[in-house]
């Protein structure tokens, strides 16, 4: 199967996990983060603002900013199909952007220099490649950074695939068992 097909096949199987397992798996997701040693010994995070249908980023961040770790979120530039990571003071400042997803409006400090990346995905295989959503924005960010990353993931997501060139695999999976 094409990477295309993957994608709409696995984005199907999120958008139809149920509620209530969802929350259940989030929860675990978001416990094996916190006690994961990447995730304490980090001070600058970056992580997406998740949608829907993707692991709630957004209870992890509010925790994070509890243990006074500096957030940062995706800065995205569509026209150069360029990121890099924009800090995330509070929730309340975020707007949506013409493609509906939060961005943090703010003039915040904008960097490359994380201590970790919590690198989201739709599919992935078991060494760390993943399929994102098409843009190759990860891939480009990740191809010039050194911070440890990670993926939260469910089992569902796991799948095979053949990699490509400018594919860039994460560090550590986080895999929730359904």
Do not use: C
Request: glycine share 4%; no cysteine; proline share 3%.
């Amino acid at each position: 199967m094409r990477k295309k097909e993957i994608r709409s096949n696995i984005l199907t199987k999120m958008k139809a996990f149920r509620n209530e397992d969802k929350v259940k798996a989030d929860k675990w997701l978001r416990e094996q983060l916190f006690t994961n040693t990447s995730y304490q010994q980090a001070q600058r995070i970056g992580i997406v603002l998740s949608m829907p249908h993707e692991v709630d980023t957004y209870k992890i961040i509010k925790e994070s900013f509890s243990k006074n770790k500096d957030i940062f979120v995706p800065n995205t530039d569509y026209s150069s199909h360029s990121m890099n990571f924009k800090e995330l003071k509070d929730l309340s400042t975020l707007k949506k952007d013409e493609k509906g997803i939060h961005y943090v409006s703010e003039n915040t400090e904008i960097t490359d220099d994380l201590d970790l990346v919590i690198v989201p995905g739709v599919a992935f295989r078991e060494d760390g490649y993943r399929i994102g959503y098409g843009g190759g924005y990860f891939d480009r960010f990740l191809s010039n950074s050194n911070a440890p990353t990670l993926s939260l993931l469910y089992d569902y997501q796991l799948t095979h695939f053949e990699i490509e060139s400018h594919d860039q695999p994460v560090d550590k999976l986080i895999i929730y068992n359904t």
